[in-house]
């Protein structure tokens, strides 16, 4: 696998899932509260790799 895209939305996937399954008991509450997890995991990982790209290694 070459994409780290790909390996972040997978992580963000079943990190998302496991704890919506842990926290909450609705199914509906369950479905929310991944979605809700999965598009905060992604949208702060490429935020802050975007901010951290002008600087050097």
């Known amino acids: 696998m070459q994409s780290h895209l790909l390996l972040l939305v997978l992580f963000a996937f079943f990190v998302s899932l496991v ?3 842990l926290s909450k008991d ?3 509450e369950q479905l929310r509260f991944g979605a809700l997890l999965l598009a ?3 949208a702060a990982a490429i935020v802050l790799g975007w901010l951290m790209y002008p600087f050097p290694l």
């Open 26 to 28: 609705d199914v509906k």
């Open 40 to 42: 905060g995991f992604i």
């Open 19 to 21: 704890f919506a399954l």
